[in-house]
């Protein structure tokens, strides 16, 4: 965990002394999604922190098995890792990436950023208009010039 904490605060330093993991869903695939809450210190200063695991595996939705080696089921972890996704400059900004983990041929552990779970709730009309001017800004970005990369997906 100590070297999770010190990739999610960009700190050669930090420390995960204390640390607990509890269940928040499943992803859009079924699979499960989790939060690890901790805390930690770093040079004599003591800090809660909080990251998000996500378990993918060749199993998508419906019972459907991919071969170990499909990149359709690894394209998230592909995608975390490939910095795509690192500067856009507008719009909707997705969780950091923080690291992922291959636990098998067959699973990958993905780590992100906890971006909390109260921005949810509650959103006005006037949020939900600003929400899809950001999802615009977003899907807009790479209009024209789309990435090339071999496992993202076409014509899904």
């Known amino acids: 965990m100590t070297r999770l904490v010190r990739l999610e605060r960009q700190s050669a330093t930090a420390t995960a002394d204390i640390w607990a993991l ?36 060749n199993f998508g939705r419906f019972g459907h098995e991919y071969a170990a080696d499909d990149p359709s089921w690894q394209r998230e972890s592909l995608l975390g890792q490939s910095g795509l996704l ?32 109260h921005w949810a709730e509650n959103w006005s009309l006037e949020r939900y208009r600003l ?10 970005y790479y209009a024209g010039r789309p990435p090339q990369d071999h496992w993202l997906g076409r014509d899904q």
């Open 22 to 57: 509890a269940p928040i869903g499943t992803g859009r695939s079924g699979v499960p999604v989790f939060r690890m809450k901790g805390s930690g210190s770093d040079r004599g200063s003591r800090f809660a922190w909080s990251l998000i695991l996500k378990f993918c595996t």
């Open 86 to 117: 690192d500067d856009l400059s507008v719009g909707l900004r997705p969780a950091r990436f923080i690291d992922a983990h291959q636990q098998s041929p067959t699973e990958i552990w993905l780590w992100f950023e906890d971006v909390g779970d």
């Open 131 to 140: 929400a899809a001017f950001h999802l615009g800004q977003f899907n807009a």
